[in-house]
């Protein structure tokens, strides 16, 4: 995510790493670089340019501390300044006390509003919220079926009309059947086009002035750099909305949009979605986007990912085997489940400080675990429980039955008994104390 411009800006603060004060003439040769760098990613240029003047202005206005480099102190005004950029902190999802929350989606044609209107109606089910989706959209023939394929795998019921080609009115009585049938939110998805045209900002303005959305979202394909900026202002300018939700964030290595679109239409970003399952979607903290993208990680949004997945009974049962050294491959097994729940490996290892950066070309592909699976499943319980028992004939029955070579196999048991050493070697060494520090409390 966004590995092009940390990359980048990473390169370009060094030139005042080694410098041992900050003075107009390196500055501006770093700025410089950095504005450069900043065009090149796709970000709008009234942006960049008063994003690089107020980085100057503080910089020269800052004494350096003894205990601070000038590298340390233009990196620090940076990440202030980028978060600033990107909103400054949160902004939460406006809920009403009482009565029926309404959230209103608007974007293109491809920008995953769909999608989204299923993620975002499971994340509010998992915060006891009873959802309705409604499906608005009667241009696109697959949009409704969609989403109700979406619906029936979270469990969320879909609103629909078949017969009706008004979006008005499907949107209108999906309310009303909210209310008779005590639904407290309703998601509304709405049709989009392949570019911005009349008749689309007249249905989506229609939609809103008859249900008085209490959000309305603007969905927006994050790696179309500047087109998303402008038509989130050609939506902005008609419709109002009230927030930004970035997709395909994972697949965005340049940051345009996400540097520029807070600043040009100033409504905030409220949600980031990446990759497909159901599950991945994220609030947008914008000091944690602007700590990744210096090469800092997100080490508080890597523990919540992991506090959502691992279960507190679990990781008592789980420390005490450690502490015993009686971990076994089952209970990999269950490790590997839970690391595949919390997202691709790459984006994981890319949240945790200085590593995002040495990543960048690391060939990590998620086929890895699925590959490691297979191989456990294939053992037989008696095997799982006591890996000292798989012989040169067992293995080759496990690469056979999982589909891998003996080579595989061997690989996982070698790199298996070396964690169990490690772990015998903690274990006897003050593990214990250790083991509790990294416990999610």
Do not use: W
């Amino acid at each position: 995510m966004l590995e092009d411009l940390s990359l980048k800006l990473n390169k370009a603060l060094k030139k005042v790493t080694g410098q041992g004060r900050i003075t107009e003439s390196n500055i501006s040769d770093t700025l410089r670089e950095i504005r450069r760098v900043l065009l090149d990613a796709d970000v709008n240029y009234k942006v960049a340019k008063q994003f690089i003047d107020d980085v100057k202005e503080k910089a020269l206005g800052k004494e350096v501390l003894s205990s601070v480099t000038p590298g340390q102190l233009i990196t620090k005004i940076m990440y202030d300044e980028l978060s600033e950029l990107m909103g400054g902190r949160n902004s939460e999802l406006q809920i009403n006390a009482s009565g029926i929350t309404v959230i209103l989606m608007v974007g293109l044609q491809g920008s995953g509003k769909t999608t989204f209107s299923g993620k975002l109606a499971k994340y509010l089910s998992s915060k006891n919220r009873k959802v309705l989706l409604t499906a608005a959209d009667v241009y696109r023939p697959a949009a409704k079926d969609q989403l109700k394929t979406l619906g029936k795998q979270i469990n969320v019921p879909v609103f629909s009309i078949d017969e009706s080609t008004d979006a008005v009115k499907i949107a209108v009585e999906s309310l009303d059947y909210a209310k008779q049938n005590g639904y407290n939110t309703v998601i509304v998805d709405t049709a989009g086009r392949l570019h911005v045209d009349e008749d689309l900002m007249n249905e989506v303005s229609a939609i809103k002035e008859k249900i008085k959305p209490t959000e309305t979202l603007f969905v927006v394909d994050s790696m179309t750099g500047q087109d998303a900026v402008n038509s989130a202002k050609a939506f902005h300018d008609r419709v109002d909305f009230d927030g930004i939700v970035l997709t395909k964030l994972d697949g965005d290595s340049r940051g345009g949009c996400a540097l520029s679109i807070k600043a040009v239409v100033n409504e905030p970003i409220k949600f980031v979605s990446q990759g497909e399952k159901l599950d991945s979607i994220e609030i947008f903290h914008p000091d944690r986007l602007a700590s990744r993208i210096l090469g800092k990680g997100d080490i508080i949004s890597l523990v919540e990912k992991a506090q959502t997945q691992f279960d507190e009974k679990e990781a008592e049962d789980l420390e005490k085997k450690l502490l015993s050294n009686k971990f076994d491959f089952e209970d990999f097994l269950k490790q590997i489940r839970m690391i595949k729940k919390m997202g691709s490996l790459k984006s994981l290892i890319g949240m945790i400080p200085g590593v995002s950066n040495q990543i960048k070309n690391a060939d990590i592909d998620d086929k890895q675990l699925v590959r490691v699976e297979s191989i456990i499943q294939s053992m037989t319980p008696k095997e799982r429980s006591n890996p000292k028992i798989l012989n040169g004939s067992r293995r080759k029955r496990i690469a056979l039955g999982s589909g891998n070579s003996i080579q595989d196999v061997n690989r996982l048991i070698k790199q298996f008994n070396e964690m169990h050493k490690m772990m015998k070697m903690m274990s006897s060494k003050g593990g214990k104390n250790l083991l509790k520090n990294f416990r999610f409390n």
